[in-house]
């Protein structure tokens, strides 16, 4: 049986279970990586969404395609611009699973399949949890954006996604 894949909060991508024992583990309190307000300098592209009525909202996010890029997310960042956000990348198209570990901002997360089409979003993902959240639908993938911008913008299954560059 293969085991699904987890992506730690906004944050890992790595094989649930089978990779238990190789996470890195949590930084000590007030060291410099738990301080720290963002990530090495990532790729940003425009983001584009296109909901069936046509309303469309434009993004900037940073693009995580790599497993270590995955894996730190949006960690440690205390806060998140209104028109920003993350595309994590996956190599193929699976159902994705995440948690809040590390990451202090309340988050929206839309789920898209390989074809840029929305099939699901998880609302609000409360900070500093470990709660697993995922829709039932594979995808390819998952943006993130600040908590309730996606149902503020119409953002939902159905909507059509499109960056530029192109990724």
Aim: aromatic share 8%; proline share 10%.
């Amino acid at each position: 049986m293969r085991m699904p894949t987890l992506v730690v909060a906004v944050v890992a991508c790595v094989p649930a279970c089978r990779d238990a024992g190789t996470r890195p583990a949590p930084a000590p309190a007030g060291s410099p990586k738990e301080d720290a307000v963002s990530a090495p300098s990532l790729r940003e592209v425009k983001a584009t969404f296109t909901t069936p009525s046509g309303a469309r909202s434009t993004f900037t996010v940073e693009v995580v395609d790599t497993p270590a890029t995955r894996e730190r997310g949006l960690m440690y960042r205390k806060s998140l611009a209104p028109d920003r956000g993350m595309v994590f990348v996956f190599p193929k198209e699976e159902v994705q699973t995440f948690w809040m570990k590390n990451t202090y901002v309340a988050l929206d997360m839309v789920f898209v399949g390989a074809d840029f089409k929305v099939v699901g979003v998880v609302e609000d993902a409360r900070p500093l949890t470990l709660d697993m959240r995922s829709v039932p639908v594979p995808s390819r993938y998952v943006i993130e954006l600040n908590a309730h911008v996606a149902r503020a913008r119409g953002i939902g299954p159905g909507t059509r996604l499109s960056f530029e560059p192109p990724l």
